[in-house]
């Protein structure tokens, strides 16, 4: 039962992960939360869904779909939500992606309908059974798919020139300019990232839920910024463990208490970290 | 042709005029010194040239081309560094990152590692700490890194904003020493300086800039024995 | 400050465009002759969207159907809509707005009962019929003498469900798993008290937050108990989901649960993993009744997909409601709230109505399985 846990925990770990490096990139390179992030992740998820239902039953495909969607739409929220406000209060830009967030909803309402879609399973054959838990094939292919994302995307932002430009804007964006850095460009290029990641997030997990409706994004989009405020919202390790961290405490919360204080452990986690270590587990102490 | 040539240059701020019409000029190959207090308006002139702030009015050329208040990533592909006032080291990257940062514009790795080479040949401190946090390097070893990264994009044209400032005397006389050597390596250089006295020494020619004016300008020579000079800025009475 | 304005524009209009499309809609039925006005409270946005959205083609198809056929005393009918988003605060402002406006002469809805019974003392203090088609909550028609329901309660269907456990499929041992809300609570207690009257037991029980999406760690916890079967107090979305992972958790087991579940949604969303289910009905879409296959014909012709449980019961309570109106020989509100109170046998899709004294229907329930991904009469083995 409590490899069965972990198991749950790792899987769901692994969504929650790639939606909090969404947040924490973004936050790097320029203060501030995209709370866009939720209904990105949804969006995503219907990309993925058309493309399974009208072009292929093929999961690679819909990932595709789900990574450019995500790297349109980030792409998107920066030209309007960002570029277009510099220079404006902070809470513009922070109210523009809430109003996104709330259009993307309403238009995926209006074109798709409310009711929940069914999205197939993929992989869903029985892999191996491990001290009394399950574990189907599929778990491994999001855990996988996860890792290896996570690892591409650390090794584009630490071993890449594209990766030592959205270090340093996040550092010091002014600096940054002097040494002759697209700032501008890095920023746009932190939220197709962050877009992207998000918008592959939906297709695993709506794979994996088997579920796709427009309000979908909406609670996996707040814990996973708890998440990587757990982690420290700057650092893109500290977002990974938040993600694996949260959702491997919930699943145990969850059966040590009871499923009803589920969410509540999520949110002490965030109010918590917020109150005491606002910086989260590895973020700096320069960067809140 | 001199290599930067400023004419009439206007800057505000708001309602405050920080620039008011400067003109001045670099020739290649030399060491121009700006002197003044604070709040002079020195800093101000190095945004504007590098195009972080932008100009009302008056126009800068580099090496005859006009790049008045173009974008700031466009003016450094053209050669012209600013190494910015208090340092402004990327703290979270190590000294070897920041180095790469420098060279960001460079599209020939082979250039960046011999960049680097020289750096480390000009600065043996740094490369024995070329894998440390830039945050954890003494204030004098910032101040290396940050003319080292500086020069690691080929510039033309270096800017130094106030390189000595919050240093102990010891390693100013250091760090001016390492400016005349960046300086015989052909680079020109623009040095925004409050320690004036130090400044004329190194630099052959000299402006001094009072409350976005220039007030003066002659050979560092004529300056150094210039009594207004003297008693402003240079702290000799009498 | 032109960019402050910009931001704002720029809100306004995302908003707007939202807020517009609803706006448009009412204009549109406003245009009619004089018509009488009812009002709908429904969640045609968010988590409950899609009853909220059934709500109202139901509705719509009722008052279609009663106009056609020369309204009720001699004047059209038309429908108001509101959006109440499933959200409590939204459905108290709406019974305000509703109750203010002199042109409408009552009120169907909310969905959830907790939407009812946060707007129930405004209507309450109003003077205005509150018809609730689903709120099976018990204290929502006996809380005001305006406040209907016509869903029966589950003080009346879950003795029905735990005899059905217990009798006719002969579970002993159950798990429960509930939603966290006034309904799922309600629904639990009253399951659990009459299942472990019955001599059963229950070995977990567990509830979950509306919005959740993954029931694994719970469904995980309440496999260690060891039940025979499991009961779903959960609606056919979530229903759908739970056990989708209990599959993938390689938990095979019977699944008992409201009439809540029983809908095509629960088919499509859940696949193999929804065959096993057991609940009760007491509007069955593939009965052969003429009224029954009149009513699915027109609803699949209309919007192309097959009308569910709820959707017959805002259909009946639109029906019941003209009905209301025409034994009162009036569109005064009292007069419609005291022929509604003396209702009986109504003969609606989903069962006859007929109220008590405190605003509740009583009905009676059909038992169905879910076999081979098809919803099948249980009796008719």
Known sequence: M???????????????????????????????????????????????WLTVRYISQ??????????????????????????????????????????????????????????????????????????????????????GTAVTILLLLQILIFKTKAGLAIRTVSLDFKTAGLMGINVDRTISLAFSLGGATAGIAGVLGSVYYNIVNPTMGNLQGLKSFSAAVFGGLTSIPGAILGGYLLAIVENFGVQIVSGGYRDIIGFVILVGFLLFRPRGLLGKKTSL | MPLLEIEKLVVQYGAIRALKGISLTVEKGALVTLIGANGAGKSTLLNTITGVVKA???????????????????????????VPEGRKIFSELSVEENLYAGAYILKDKNEVK????????????????????????????????????????????????????????????????????????????????????????????????????????????????????????????? | MSKVLRAILLLAVVLGVVSNGYAAGKQEKAKTDEPVYIALTAPITGDYAEYGNNFKRSVEMAIDKINASGGVLGRKLAVLVGDSKGDPKESATLAQKWTSDPKIVAQIGDFTSTCCLAAQPIYDQAGMVQLSPTASHTKFAQGSKWSFSI???????????????YNKLGFRKIAVIHINNDWGVDTARYFTDNFKKLGGTITAIENYFDGEKDFTAILTKLRASNPDALFMAAMYNDGASISNQRAKLGWNLPVVGPSSLYSEQLLKLGGDSVNNLYTVVSFFADDPKPEIRAYVTEFEKRYGLKPNFHAALAYDAMMLLADAMKRAGSFDRDKIREALQATKDFP?????????????????YTRVMVKNNKFELFDKR
Request: aromatic share 10%; hydrophobic share 50%; glycine share 10%.
């Open chain 2, 114 to 238: 011999k960049n680097l080479q020289m750096v480390y040949d000009l600065f043996p401190r740094l490369a024995e700490r070329r894998k440390q946090e830039g945050g954890t390097l003494s204030g004098g070893e910032q101040q290396m890194l940050a003319l080292a990264r500086g020069i690691m994009s080929n510039p033309q044209l270096l800017l130094l904003d106030e390189p000595s400032l919050g240093l102990a005397p010891l390693i100013v006389d250091k760090i001016f020493e390492f400016i005349q050597q960046i300086n015989q390596l052909g680079k020109t250089i623009l040095l925004v300086e409050q320690n004036a006295n130090m400044a004329l020494q190194v630099a052959s020619y000299g402006y001094v800039l009072e409350t976005g004016i220039i007030r003066f300008q002659d050979a560092s020579e004529n300056l150094r024995n210039n009594d207004l000079v003297k008693k402003a800025y240079l702290g000799i009475t009498g």
């Open chain 1, 2 to 48: 409590i490899v069965q846990q972990l198991i749950n925990g790792i899987t769901q770990g692994s969504i929650f992960a790639l939606l909090a490096i969404s947040f924490a990139v973004i936050y790097g390179v320029l203060r501030l939360v995209n709370f866009a992030t939720g209904a990105t992740y949804m969006m995503g998820a219907f990309a993925g």
């Open chain 3, 348 to 364: 609606g899709l989903a069962g006859s109505i007929t109220f008590t004294e405190k605003g509740d229907a009583i009905k009676q």
């Open chain 1, 58 to 143: 093929n999961i690679f495909l819909a990932m595709l779909a789900g990574l450019c969607t995500g790297w349109s739409i980030g792409f998107l929220i920066e030209k309007v939500a960002i570029k277009s406000l510099r220079g404006v209060a902070r809470i513009a830009s922070l109210i523009c992606t809430i109003g996104f967030s709330i259009f993307m909803i309403e238009i995926a309402t209006v074109i798709f309908g409310a009711e929940t879609k069914a999205m197939p399973s993929f992989f869903n054959e029985k892999a191996f059974t491990l001290g009394g838990a399950t574990v189907v094939w599929y778990q491994l292919f999001l855990i």
């Open chain 2, 56 to 82: 009302m009015d008056g126009t800068i050329r580099f090496d005859g081309i006009d790049i008045t208040n173009w974008d700031s990533h466009e003016i450094v592909r053209c050669g012209i560094c600013q």
């Open chain 3, 151 to 165: 869903v029966g309660t589950q003080a009346g269907e879950q003795p029905f469900i735990a005899d059905y456990a």
